[in-house]
Nanobody, 123 residues
Framework: VQLQASGGGLVQAGGSLRLSCVAS????????VGWFRQAPGKEREFVAT????????YYADSVKGRFTISRDNAKNTVYLQMNSLKPEDTAVYSC?????????????????WGQGTQVTVSS
């Protein structure tokens, strides 16, 4: 399965963006999907994850209440709706898959990393 993230861009603080993660392959629905971000000079950081059927989601405290993760298995796509964006949300956002049943916030649990998309929030 290969992943491709898109939807990033430049937005003012308080604005919104919706990222998409599109997967190739029919086994996409068999995996939990996570969004991570990495700012220059910083380690990769967990953002959100969603279960295989979309019934369970989990967020980093820093984005809880502002970001929403969802998926459409018929379209092989996972979305990240980002509202009330802040300058500290600026980073490259990437999606990845995992079969792990625990430690969903750890990037080492994920595989099939897609090419990221840049999000820049100006103050």
């Amino acid at each position: 399965v290969q992943l491709q993230a898109s939807g990033g861009g430049l937005v003012q603080a308080g604005g919104s963006l919706r990222l998409s993660c599109v997967a190739s392959g029919r086994t996409f629905r068999n995996y939990r999907v996570g969004w991570f971000r990495q700012a220059p000079g910083k380690e990769r950081e967990f953002v959100a994850t969603i279960s295989r059927d979309g019934g369970s989601t989990y967020y980093a405290d820093s984005v809880k209440g502002r970001f929403t993760i969802s998926r459409d298995n018929a379209k092989n796509t996972v979305y990240l709706q980002m509202n009330s964006l802040k300058p500290e949300d600026t980073a490259v956002y990437s999606c990845a898959l995992t079969s792990s049943v625990s430690y969903y916030d750890q990037p080492t649990r994920y595989n099939n990393w897609g090419q990221g998309t840049q999000v820049t929030v100006s103050s």
